[in-house]
């Protein structure tokens, strides 16, 4: 197999691990170490990066099978929640409100996720170009295709797609509003800017704006500077059933198009 690089990428095996997008990523990563995959054929590593018209071969026959309609059976009702959470889609793209409860992905504890219901709904094969939390609700995108995944990849990678959560915690913070920089377990640079609103008679409760992307990085941040997220049970031994963090607003350009998708803030949270 040959696949022509149409934009750069900094490791080797997360491009692959997106591409082919049902290969587990340990394969992946044991593929490249024994130089089944490599970069302009020449050996590579798993962080190796790769550049516009670099061209990757890969020696090993994937057990891939083609797209084939979700066997997923879903009853009238549940169509019908699906459908109704649906905010936007054109060719390119879905824009959902995502259920609180439901994991994007599949995994070893995870039989159907949010993208198979899609899939089976909408009977088409979709991308995932970013997740939410199990727990957290509100605005997604799934792409379509592979080159709109591609591209969707990429504007997220550039910070070009701006994405706000409101949050509720226990208390304040010092500030009203500012910014919160932190470093995770890799030491990579977590930061996000909050301001405190009224909303909804909470008492704590803020907007959030994301300027990095890593995973679960709004309820890190805020467990990290001592005011973890109400219902968090990653990071806390909170008992509420509801994680109060939901995306709520999501704006980018897509072919010089803009696009600005906002909630209904009487609709977070669910």
């Given at each position: 197999?040959?696949?022509n690089v149409d934009q750069n990428h900094?490791?080797?095996?997360?491009?692959?691990?997106?591409?082919?997008?049902?290969?587990?990523?340990?394969l992946i990563q044991k593929l490249i170490r024994k130089y089944k995959i490599k970069i302009n054929n020449k050996k590579s590593k798993s962080n190796?990066?790769?550049?516009?018209?670099?061209?990757?071969?890969?020696?090993?026959?994937?057990?891939?099978?083609?797209y084939s309609k979700s066997k997923i059976k879903l009853s009238e009702d549940t169509k019908n929640i699906f459908k109704n959470r649906i905010i936007y889609q054109n060719q390119n793209f879905l824009i959902i409100n995502k259920l609180k409860g439901y994991a994007v992905q599949r995994g070893s504890k995870i039989k159907n996720s949010?993208?198979?219901?899609?899939?089976?709904?909408?009977?088409?094969?979709?991308?995932?170009?970013?997740r939410l939390d199990k727990d957290t609700s509100g605005l997604m995108i799934f792409a379509k295709h592979r080159s709109a995944a591609s591209k969707m990849s990429k504007l997220f990678k550039e910070n070009l797609i701006k994405k706000y959560y409101i949050a509720v915690t226990q208390k304040k913070f010092s500030k009203r509003s500012g910014y919160l920089i932190d470093k995770n377990i890799d030491e990579k640079t977590l930061k996000l800017f909050y301001r405190q609103i009224n909303f909804n008679n909470f008492k704590n409760c803020f907007l959030v704006r994301l300027i990095t992307g890593k995973k679960h990085q709004i309820r890190l941040q805020f467990y990290i500077n001592n005011n973890p997220i109400i219902g968090d049970k990653k990071f806390t031994n909170n008992t509420s059933d509801t994680l109060l963090l939901s995306s709520v607003s999501i704006k980018f350009y897509y072919d010089k198009i803009f696009y600005n998708f906002k909630l209904n803030l009487a609709e977070i949270f669910l």
């Amino acid at each position: 197999m040959k696949i022509n690089v149409d934009q750069n990428h900094d490791r080797l095996d997360k491009f692959i691990y997106q591409y082919l997008e049902n290969i587990p990523l340990s394969l992946i990563q044991k593929l490249i170490r024994k130089y089944k995959i490599k970069i302009n054929n020449k050996k590579s590593k798993s962080n190796s990066k790769i550049f516009i018209g670099d061209i990757i071969y890969i020696y090993y026959e994937f057990d891939i099978l083609p797209y084939s309609k979700s066997k997923i059976k879903l009853s009238e009702d549940t169509k019908n929640i699906f459908k109704n959470r649906i905010i936007y889609q054109n060719q390119n793209f879905l824009i959902i409100n995502k259920l609180k409860g439901y994991a994007v992905q599949r995994g070893s504890k995870i039989k159907n996720s949010l993208k198979d219901f899609y899939e089976s709904l909408l009977d088409t094969k979709l991308y995932i170009v970013h997740r939410l939390d199990k727990d957290t609700s509100g605005l997604m995108i799934f792409a379509k295709h592979r080159s709109a995944a591609s591209k969707m990849s990429k504007l997220f990678k550039e910070n070009l797609i701006k994405k706000y959560y409101i949050a509720v915690t226990q208390k304040k913070f010092s500030k009203r509003s500012g910014y919160l920089i932190d470093k995770n377990i890799d030491e990579k640079t977590l930061k996000l800017f909050y301001r405190q609103i009224n909303f909804n008679n909470f008492k704590n409760c803020f907007l959030v704006r994301l300027i990095t992307g890593k995973k679960h990085q709004i309820r890190l941040q805020f467990y990290i500077n001592n005011n973890p997220i109400i219902g968090d049970k990653k990071f806390t031994n909170n008992t509420s059933d509801t994680l109060l963090l939901s995306s709520v607003s999501i704006k980018f350009y897509y072919d010089k198009i803009f696009y600005n998708f906002k909630l209904n803030l009487a609709e977070i949270f669910l």
